[in-house]
C-alpha cells in the first residue's frame, strides 16, 4: 500500500470519495448522492477483500461490483484488494462509459453489465474458486447433489470457454443464468448476483460449497453418489420461501 493511500485513510473511509463526487453530480441529474455511494464503495471493497480472505481469488483474480440507481460500481483491474482506498472508486453506467474514477475498470466488466441490464441484480461477485473451477472442466452442469441446488434457481449451468473480458463470454454466462442466480464458467469460475452484495457474496460460497461437496462424494472408488429429483428441488424451492425471519 502506497503512503499516499495511507494518509487517504487517516482522514476516514468516505471523505476522499465524497469530496470527489460532488463536482460530478452537480452535472449529473438524478445521480445517486455521494454518501450512498460511498457507503457501496466500502461494501463493495470489504466483499472483495473477503474472497480473498476465503480463499475463493488468488491476488487481484475476480472481481465485484454493486449497482447504485443507473451507476455501477466496480472493482479496477489489477489492483490488489488491501491496496483499495475511497479515492480509487470506479463507476460506470450501464452502457460502460465512465462516471466516476481514473482507474481502469475490470476487464470482466462486460459480464457485470449483462447482468445489470437483464436482471434486477444488485450486486455481482465473480470469482476463481478452486472447486468450481474445477467443476468447470468437468460437465456442462452441477448435479443437484445437495438441496441447496434450489437456492441457486435449480441445477448450475456451465457457460461454454471464451476468452476472459469478451462479449462472447458475457453472452455464453447470460445463458447460463438464465432462470439461475449463478453459473460456472468453464475454465475460469464462478458468477453469482443477488439483491445485495452479501446475498451474491453468500451464493458464491454456497455455489463452491456445493462443488467442493460433488468433487468430494465422486472421489469415491465405485460409487456414484445420490442425487435429488426435480420433483424433490420444486418441493424445496416452496419451502425456502418461508425460511428466515419474517419481517
Known amino acids: 500500500m502506497?503512503?499516499?493511500?495511507?494518509?487517504?485513510?487517516?482522514?476516514?473511509p468516505q471523505d476522499g470519495l465524497q469530496d470527489g463526487l460532488q463536482d460530478e453530480r452537480r452535472d449529473t441529474p438524478g445521480a445517486p448522492a455521494p454518501e450512498a455511494l460511498a457507503r457501496a464503495w466500502d461494501a463493495?471493497?470489504?466483499?472483495?477483500?473477503?474472497?480473498?480472505?476465503?480463499?475463493?481469488?488468488?491476488?487481484?483474480?475476480?472481481?465485484?461490483s454493486v449497482r447504485v440507481g443507473d451507476t455501477v460500481l466496480?472493482?479496477?483491474?489489477?489492483?490488489?484488494?488491501?491496496?483499495l482506498g475511497p479515492d480509487d472508486a470506479v463507476g460506470v453506467d450501464l452502457d460502460g462509459r465512465r462516471l466516476l474514477g481514473e482507474l481502469t475498470p475490470t476487464s470482466e466488466l462486460p459480464m457485470h453489465l449483462e447482468i445489470y441490464r437483464a436482471t434486477t441484480?444488485?450486486?455481482?461477485?465473480?470469482?476463481?474458486?478452486?472447486?468450481?473451477?474445477?467443476?468447470?472442466?468437468?460437465?456442462?452442469?452441477?448435479?443437484?447433489?445437495h438441496y441447496m441446488t434450489s437456492a441457486l434457481g435449480g441445477p448450475v449451468r456451465v457457460a461454454p470457454y471464451a476468452l476472459y473480458g469478451t462479449g462472447e463470454l458475457a453472452a455464453h454466462m447470460?445463458?447460463?443464468?438464465?432462470?439461475?442466480?449463478?453459473?460456472?464458467?468453464?475454465?475460469?469460475?464462478?458468477?453469482?448476483?443477488g439483491d445485495t452484495l452479501t446475498q451474491a457474496y453468500d451464493r458464491t460460497a454456497q455455489l463452491e460449497w456445493m462443488c467442493r461437496l460433488w468433487?468430494?462424494?465422486?472421489?469415491?472408488?465405485?460409487?456414484?453418489?445420490?442425487?435429488?429429483?426435480?420433483?424433490?428441488?420444486?418441493?424445496?424451492?416452496?419451502?425456502l420461501k418461508g425460511y428466515g425471519q419474517r419481517k
Request: net charge negative; charged share 20%.
Open 2 to 12: 502506497t503512503e499516499q493511500r495511507q494518509e487517504q485513510r487517516q482522514d476516514g
Open 44 to 64: 463493495l471493497v470489504a466483499t472483495a477483500r473477503r474472497t480473498v480472505a476465503d480463499g475463493l481469488v488468488v491476488g487481484t483474480s475476480g472481481n465485484v
Open 74 to 83: 466496480v472493482t479496477p483491474s489489477g489492483v490488489a484488494y488491501d491496496d
Open 121 to 145: 441484480a444488485g450486486a455481482v461477485v465473480h470469482t476463481h474458486a478452486v472447486h468450481a473451477t474445477a467443476v468447470s472442466t468437468l460437465v456442462p452442469e452441477l448435479p443437484p447433489v
Open 174 to 193: 447470460l445463458r447460463a443464468l438464465r432462470d439461475r442466480t449463478a453459473c460456472l464458467l468453464q475454465n475460469h469460475g464462478t458468477v453469482a448476483y
Open 215 to 239: 468433487l468430494t462424494a465422486v472421489s469415491v472408488p465405485g460409487r456414484a453418489p445420490m442425487l435429488l429429483s426435480p420433483d424433490q428441488l420444486d418441493e424445496v424451492t416452496e419451502k
